[in-house]
């Protein structure tokens, strides 16, 4: 039987002795982190492929309303149109995140999967009724107009972060990123419950949905870039 020399030895005990610490490490390259910020509530699963480069993915959604009043363009007070609208976060990124000195900053990049809808319900509580574009019609002709506001699907995203350990093992820590996502430009559709398609003034209508809609995508232009600023805490396992 061949002996083991003790160069062998020694180095198979080395390596007996790194085992557990190279377990661990390989332990220790998910990460589950649950976040919050614009992007709305959020929960993400990321993978460390080495020191230097980590990809991750997560789901955030959240609703809330906002009421708004629609600009004064006839320079008649209180006949604007009264605006009340619902946002419906719901978004998937997939990222990469790259720490450039193995540290606690990071770049990253990616796509959103962006299913974020905008949609506003717009009434005439004036009795003599509201300003629409250039015009004024009646209640009952405006009826309750529903605006849809879309963007692109699939967005390109760019943020840098930072990662601080909690904790002494470094398992627990606290995350906080700030970036951006190109959505396109926002296109607005409106549409009418009242008479307003009624043949007399139909091209009238049309002429101030019309006018109605490019404000409003005026308005929108500032939101091309869709802010994504997070906070969140993570564990390692």
Request: aromatic share 10%; glycine share 10%; with cysteine.
């Amino acid at each position: 039987m061949k002996i083991p020399s003790l160069r062998t030895s020694a180095l198979l005990s080395s390596l007996i002795c790194l085992l557990p610490s190279a377990v661990l490490a390989e332990g220790e390259r998910w990460e589950v982190n649950g976040n919050a910020g614009t992007n709305g509530l959020g929960l993400e699963l990321s993978y460390r492929m080495s020191e230097q480069l980590r990809i991750r993915s997560g789901y955030h959604s959240y609703d809330f309303s906002l009421e708004v009043d629609a600009d004064d363009n006839n320079g008649t007070a209180g006949d604007e149109l009264k605006n009340k609208g619902d946002l419906e976060l719901s978004n998937l990124g997939l990222l990469v995140d790259w720490y450039p000195w193995a540290g606690k900053f990071r770049l990253s990049t990616g796509v959103i999967i962006n299913r974020n809808e905008f949609s506003v319900e717009t009434v005439c509580e004036n009795p003599s009724g509201c300003e629409v574009g250039s015009n004024s019609f009646t209640r009952s002709e405006i009826g309750t107009i529903t605006t849809r506001i879309d963007v692109d699907d699939y967005n390109p995203y760019i943020g840098f972060g930072w990662d601080k350990a909690l904790d002494v093992t470094r398992r627990w820590n606290l995350s906080f990123e700030v970036g951006a996502y190109y959505q396109g430009t926002p296109s607005v559709e409106m549409t009418s419950s009242g008479s307003c398609t009624t043949f007399l003034i139909i091209q009238q209508c049309q002429t101030s949905f019309e006018e109605e809609e490019q404000e409003l995508e005026d308005e929108l232009e500032e939101f091309v870039w869709y802010p994504a600023i997070s906070i969140g805490i993570g564990y390692r396992f």
